[in-house]
């Protein structure tokens, strides 16, 4: 039963919020040397993901990937690993408690522990002119996990085999020619590219909204490490109704990789893993 306010409630509710995480002094990217490296950058292979389903990709570092919707609206679900061990991969929560709901143009994609370091850089947003809307929605959030078919199953009692988590289990598998068990361990929370979404202020629960992306939008990333990105085009298309459907209006989304010349990016390394000793204390 709900408890009666204390006296001192109002006061208790002004304290001020404090950043859990302060990036004052976190690296950062330096765009402008990103920017005149992707200048003259040549294209190097192209996939195109169709609707309804995924596929994998691979980028070397210090070269340039872009997403793109083509045809329609349309959002996608972003898995990435580094390509040569599969248990560093995208850490949407970390990359979340440092950048905000929703990234955007200089941000980063951050990696799992023991690693943390950056894993791909965005450099290009044609959404960034979108913010943030009077419901409190915006666009490429890390806040939403990906459409799966437990989720749905634990609403509906349905079987449902074309949401996002089943459509990069599927990629990778077959990209890797592992099991469909074996791949499923490795798929994780996403960057939900394109898609708008924000959290209610009533009830504080999570919504999406008609994505703003129309053909020809793109994101674009620079890759910090060696990547193998998993890319699902969402049954939800551009997610103004529902995001496990066999009947929302569905497009593909184009996936092109970009080569730098040799001395395009001189001062730039890889990040390393992170510093910590992993000593935990003992």
Not at 203 to 231: C, N, W
Request: aromatic share 8%; with cysteine; charged share 20%.
């Amino acid at each position: 039963m709900p408890f009666d306010p204390p006296a001192d409630a109002d006061s208790r509710r002004a304290i001020p919020p404090v950043i859990c995480y302060p990036t004052d002094d976190l690296p950062h990217p330096d765009l402008a040397l990103y920017r005149a490296a992707r200048a003259d950058a040549v294209r190097t292979g192209e996939v195109l993901v169709p609707p309804r389903t995924a596929a994998c990709f691979t980028v070397p570092a210090g070269h340039f990937f872009r997403i793109t919707s083509v045809q329609g609206p349309q959002v996608g679900d972003l898995n990435l690993w580094n390509a040569s061990d599969l248990t560093e991969r995208f850490y949407s929560g970390k990359t979340r408690a440092l950048h905000g709901t929703h990234l955007t143009t200089g941000q980063r994609m951050w990696s799992s522990f023991p690693h943390l370091r950056p894993m791909a850089t965005i450099v290009t947003d044609t959404l960034d002119w979108y913010g943030k809307d009077a419901f409190g929605g915006s666009v490429h959030d890390v806040i939403g996990t990906r459409c799966d078919p437990y989720t749905g199953n634990l609403l509906s009692g349905g079987q449902y085999h074309h949401c996002c988590h089943s459509n990069l289990t599927r990629a990778l598998a077959d990209h890797l020619e592992i099991s469909l068990e074996q791949a499923e361990l490795h798929v994780h929370d996403v960057l939900n590219v394109f898609m708008c979404t924000g959290f209610t202020r009533d009830t504080g629960q999570y919504f999406m909204k008609a994505s703003p992306v129309r053909p020809g939008d793109y994101l674009e990333l620079f890759a910090e490490i060696d990547l193998l990105g998993g890319l699902s085009a969402c049954p939800g298309g551009d997610c103004s109704s529902e995001h496990s459907s066999d009947t929302a209006s569905c497009h593909p989304l184009l996936v092109e990789i970009f080569a730098p010349s040799a001395d395009a990016l001189t001062g730039w390394s890889r990040p390393p893993a992170n510093g910590y000793d992993r000593s935990h204390g003992r």
